[in-house]
């Protein structure tokens, strides 16, 4: 039977531990994704997540449903995330480790191509480009790279983010904008398809 | 409206969070406007691109690593709690070891004196009691006085 994140929260406080492995199975892709998004290295990842996790299990008695568990779990994952970098401060951190993935040279999976004259693949193909949009993405503030990762990967809604974030629209929208300016203006060359 | 805040609307246009009458208006402008347009051609595919990057999963085991984790932090404050006895030994400077102590004795003995000290209501009764012993007394010593008083007077 598959149950709701809110029926497995309201079994979890009725005393059933198989409810919180159901939660974690449900969800550890997710969470190590955004992690891995923000972090930019596996090992941070693994332990970050594990993190998140752990802090779950210890407050999820303190989720009274008042939004939905998926935005409560974000919340948290990006507060460890920022905590995390907080205290790494003086530590360049990484984003994504394009060049550790085995899928490149590989078969890529199915890819969207609706502008034929532009190819993601093509693109991530050349390190040097990955590199430079790894580089553009992580010197995005902790902020904006959080909501754009989000935004990005999770595809949540403004409404959920705002959620999320506790902000409002207007500076969810204006946290997106400001990200993906800054991204485009660094990466302008291979988006041109000039480089 | 200047390009300049034409470009700023074209992240919400992407993400399709604009009203459907903000979206004609840019949808006009991106039709006159080379700039605006190849701005947003490159937002497009910068969407793109983030989107194609693989998704990352974690190492198979997930959750039996995280219930090992789990269980060794249950242990650690079992630990931290039986330890403290002989934790404080070692985490506190003498100094601090004798302040403590003695604030401890200072606790104790001001709580203890509070709760031995006779409270206000019994004072009160005790004072009445004293008070009411002294008027009987007064009361009968009077009464002998004035027998005499009448019967010289008579």
């Not at chain 1, 994952?77 to 550790?100: Q, Y």
């Not at chain 1, 790279?145 to 500076?171: A, M, P, Q």
């Amino acid at each position: 039977m598959q149950y709701s994140d809110e029926e497995l929260v309201e079994r979890y406080g009725a005393g059933d531990g198989e409810s919180f492995r159901m939660l974690v199975e449900r969800y550890q892709d997710r969470v190590y994704h955004i992690v891995y998004g923000i972090v930019g290295n596996k090992d941070e990842a693994e332990d970050l997540s594990q993190e998140v996790f752990l802090r779950v299990y210890r407050f999820l008695h303190r989720f009274k449903g008042k939004s939905r568990f998926y935005t409560w779990l974000y919340r948290l994952t990006v507060n460890v995330c920022l905590s995390a970098r907080r205290k790494r401060k003086n530590e360049p951190g990484k984003i994504f480790s394009l060049a550790d993935s085995s899928k490149y040279g590989d078969d890529p999976g199915e890819i969207e191509l609706t502008d034929e004259s532009f190819s993601p693949l093509k693109v991530l193909q050349n390190r040097e480009m990955a590199e430079t949009i790894k580089s553009a993405i992580n010197s995005l503030s902790e902020v904006l790279k959080s909501t754009f990762v989000l935004r990005e990967f999770e595809e949540l809604s403004y409404e959920e983010l705002t959620r999320l974030f506790r902000c409002s629209r207007g500076t969810i929208k204006s946290r997106l904008s400001r990200a993906r300016e800054q991204l485009r203006r660094k990466i302008e060359p291979y988006l041109n398809g000039t480089v | 409206m200047s390009c300049k805040k034409w470009k700023k609307k074209l992240s919400s246009y992407l993400d399709n969070e604009v009203s459907s009458r903000e979206r004609s208006k840019i949808e006009k402008h991106l039709k006159s406007c080379r700039a605006c347009f190849n701005q947003f051609e490159q937002l497009g595919r910068l969407h793109r691109l983030v989107r194609s990057i693989p998704s990352e999963k974690p190492r198979s085991g997930f959750y039996e690593r995280l219930s090992e984790r789990l269980s060794q932090k249950k242990t650690t404050l079992r630990e931290k709690l039986v330890g403290w006895r002989y934790g404080w030994q070692l985490s506190f400077p003498r100094v601090g070891k004798i302040a403590i102590a003695v604030s401890a004795v200072l606790l104790v003995s001001v709580s203890f004196y509070i709760w031995r000290s006779p409270t206000s209501y019994e004072v009160n009764i005790k004072v009445f009691e004293e008070e009411y012993l002294r008027s009987q007394q007064m009361n009968s010593f009077v009464g002998e006085l004035a027998l005499p008083v009448f019967f010289e007077i008579e």
